[in-house]
């Protein structure tokens, strides 16, 4: 079952979609940990604080892309339409902000892991959630 379960992510009929919802995530990522370095390191706001600010903007940045790549066959192209696609990610996305926020802590301070380092993780950690309820909702 495992294994059937692995060879659908690569073979299955979601696959190319999960592949590109990674490589947007993966781009995402690499701004929100850019961004949190400067909001951290060159402004001084409070580790949690840019985690925040940084995390939102890539929501939109991930909107977009995704929109436009990840869920084309199914992409909301009306003014209207693009905008409560918009809505529902930020709704999606804003639910995982406590989870991402939370395991962001929770290496920081009980594990001792550096900022940066530890935003990635948790992100890897909120994206199977944000993927699941995207893929139903925001383009289902």
Request: proline share 2%.
């Amino acid at each position: 079952m495992i294994r059937s379960f692995l060879r659908g992510l690569v073979d299955g009929p979601f696959a190319r979609q999960l592949r590109r919802f990674v490589i947007v995530g993966a781009i995402a990522a690499g701004v929100q940990l850019v961004l949190l370095w400067a909001f951290v390191d060159s402004i001084g706001l409070h580790y949690l604080l840019g985690a925040v600010l940084a995390i939102e903007v890539t929501i939109v940045l991930s909107y977009v892309l995704n929109n436009a790549w990840t869920f084309q066959a199914s992409r909301n192209t009306g003014t209207s339409e693009y905008l409560v696609g918009l809505l529902k990610t930020n709704v999606v996305r804003g639910t995982a902000i406590p989870i991402q926020l939370g395991v962001l802590f929770g290496f920081v301070e009980w594990g001792n892991i550096p900022y940066l380092l530890a935003n990635a993780l948790a992100i890897v950690l909120s994206g199977v959630y944000r993927y699941v309820l995207d893929a139903r909702w925001t383009w289902g």
